[in-house]
């Protein structure tokens, strides 16, 4: 079988998720931090294992090793940070109430709403860059583009956002970010956003009696403010989220809406540049203004080389079968969405990049109750970044060889470290 989880496999780990499918579509591998996890790679196990209800998201259905924290399973510093009870940790009936909460203010308006503020961080990224004919495309643009866009939406004042940027690359170990771990970028992150919530809530306190006139008169009071501010006013049957909840919200927005746009973002600009006769189909598309073939390009850089590699873990909270496999109570299942789009049965010629593919059901956002809330501020971030890239520097090329670029492959998320371009300055 080829290796698993080294640095060849970062590179490219489509032929080993081949293997896999082919000799063992389930099977119990022991991860690099030590859990033994039964790897899922197959289209409709797969499907079946996001939506089955006795696959729990919760950690304490690990057993000691989980319920102890010895077993590294979700975000690094979790514990500690507070953040234990965030969407993807937590199984109906709490996700059911949260994820209701959450949807009434993260709504596809307001998403919409958002899209002019995309268009514009996109150009000013270009601007800082284009003058020079070259640039790392990681580093300079897929990186900041989402971490400023998010921050804008939960309403992180401009002049903080820098201290994001800087949290977020000690995160990803981005290349100049101070070193000190991701436990304390974590940390702060989680602090300054329980701070942000208590300072907006007593704002909206003592504004309440105008948002109320607001919505009297008709209007939407949760659009008239950023997402904190929504996510503090949301309410289900006269429930409310705790400040707690708010904070570990406004965290796992940020927390899995940061690396996996980044990594929409490089992953696809590098497919686009590896495959001229497909780049061309879009660049063709974005000058003639076809946004469904821009949209349907974006799935298809996402099924081809997703950020996604594994879908977050899921327990078993008693004995099942899984792809004809048994697995036990308290067992690890990690779903590998990568594999499960390169399926052979479910997609035709699967490891060809098609712009124009029909029949894309890809398994990129998840399926089931935890379907990616974020996708339609995904979709929309990886449109504007890619439509405006070829647009206002149509010659890009990469400038470094494909065999010296290196991967960072995390359990969960799987992009480049750094992509290197050149392209004709502008005056
Ligand atoms: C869940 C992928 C961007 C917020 C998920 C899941 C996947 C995913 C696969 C399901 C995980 C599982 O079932 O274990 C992606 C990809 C993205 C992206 C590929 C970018 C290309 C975003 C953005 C946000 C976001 C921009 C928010 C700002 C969330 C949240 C969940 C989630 C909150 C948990 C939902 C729940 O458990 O109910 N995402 N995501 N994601 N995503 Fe995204």
């Not at 974005?286 to 099924?303: C, H, K, P, Y």
Request: net charge neutral; aromatic share 6%; glycine share 10%.
């Amino acid at each position: 079988m080829p290796p698993l989880f080294d640095w060849r496999f970062a590179a490219d780990p489509y032929p080993a998720y081949a293997w896999l499918r082919e000799h063992a579509p389930v099977r119990k591998t022991q991860l690099p931090s030590g859990v033994e996890a039964w790897l899922v790679t197959r289209y409709a196990d797969a499907r079946q294992a996001l939506a089955d209800p006795r696959l729990s998201k919760n950690p304490h259905h690990h057993g000691e090793r989980g319920a102890h924290g010895k077993g590294k399973v979700g975000i690094p510093g979790e514990r500690s940070a507070n953040l234990m009870t965030h969407l993807l940790n937590i199984d109906p009936p709490d996700h059911t109430r949260l994820r209701r909460l959450v949807s009434k203010a993260f709504t596809p308006r307001r998403v919409a709403a958002f899209a002019p503020r995309v268009r514009e961080l996109a150009d000013g990224l270009i601007d800082s860059f284009a003058t020079r004919g070259e640039a790392d495309l990681i580093h300079e643009y897929a990186f900041p583009l989402p971490i400023y866009a998010i921050c804008d939406m939960l309403g992180v004042p401009r002049e903080d956002q820098e201290d994001f940027r800087t949290w977020a690359g000690m995160m990803i170990h981005q290349p100049g970010s101070p070193r000190g771990g991701v436990g304390r970028a974590v940390k702060r992150m989680r602090g300054y956003l329980a701070e942000l919530i208590h300072r907006k809530r007593a704002e909206l306190a003592r504004a309440d009696g105008r948002a109320e006139a607001a919505r009297a008169e008709g209007g939407d009071a949760l659009l008239s403010g950023d997402l904190i501010s929504g996510l503090i006013r949301a309410s289900d049957h006269g429930e409310h989220l705790t400040e707690n909840e708010a904070a570990a919200m406004a965290f796992i927005l940020l927390f899995a809406g940061f690396e996996t746009t980044v990594n929409l973002i490089g992953n696809g600009m590098y497919a686009l540049l590896r495959h001229p006769g497909q780049r061309a189909v879009l660049q063709q598309a974005v000058a003639e203004g076809d946004e469904g073939l821009l949209a349907g390009a974006v799935e298809e850089l996402l099924r081809y080389d997703g950020p996604v590699e594994l879908a977050t873990w899921r327990f078993a909270t008693r004995e099942l079968t899984v792809g004809g496999q048994r697995v036990r109570e308290g067992e690890p299942v990690l779903v590998v969405l990568a594999a499960a789009d390169r399926d052979p049965a479910k997609f035709t010629d699967p490891d060809a990049l098609d712009l124009t593919r029909q029949e894309n059901q890809h398994l990129g956002y998840g399926h089931g109750i935890h379907y990616c809330l974020g996708a339609p501020l995904a979709r929309l971030e990886g449109q504007t970044a890619l439509a405006t890239l070829l647009h206002r520097l149509p010659d890009l090329r990469l400038s470094a060889d494909p065999e010296e670029l290196r991967w960072r492959g995390g359990l969960i998320m799987r992009g480049l470290r750094r992509l290197p371009v050149e392209f004709t300055a502008a005056d």
